[in-house]
Nanobody, 126 residues
Framework: VQLQASGGGLVQAGGSLRLSCVASARTFSNYDMGWFRQAPDKEREFVAAINWFGSFKRYSDSAEGRLTISRDNAKNTVYLQMNSLKPEDTAVYHC????????????????????WGRGTQVTVSS
């Protein structure tokens, strides 16, 4: 499975961005999807995840209420809508995929994911 993230850019604090991640998988709907980010000199951290059907989602504390993960299985795409952005959201955002058909669970640890995209840079200016 190959993943390609896009949609990053430079935005002022309080602004919005929508990230997209397109997967090459033949059966995209068989995969749970996650977004992670890594800021300079910091470890990678979990942002949001969504199960294969889009019925179960998890968010980090910093993302809750501002970021929304969604997916369109017909387009092999997972999205991350980012609102009320803050300078501390500045990072490279990566999407990740793991095979799974959970109804009430979605992985939040990076070690649980099998496939990773190259990432897209998000920079939030103050």
């Amino acid at each position: 499975v190959q993943l390609q993230a896009s949609g990053g850019g430079l935005v002022q604090a309080g602004g919005s961005l929508r990230l997209s991640c397109v997967a090459s998988a033949r059966t995209f709907s068989n995969y749970d999807m996650g977004w992670f980010r890594q800021a300079p000199d910091k470890e990678r951290e979990f942002v949001a995840a969504i199960n294969w059907f889009g019925s179960f989602k998890r968010y980090s504390d910093s993302a809750e209420g501002r970021l929304t993960i969604s997916r369109d299985n017909a387009k092999n795409t997972v999205y991350l809508q980012m609102n009320s952005l803050k300078p501390e959201d500045t990072a490279v955002y990566h999407c990740a995929a793991v095979a799974g058909l959970h109804s009430a669970y979605v992985p939040t640890a990076g070690s649980e994911y099998t496939y990773w995209g190259r990432g897209t840079q998000v920079t939030v200016s103050s």
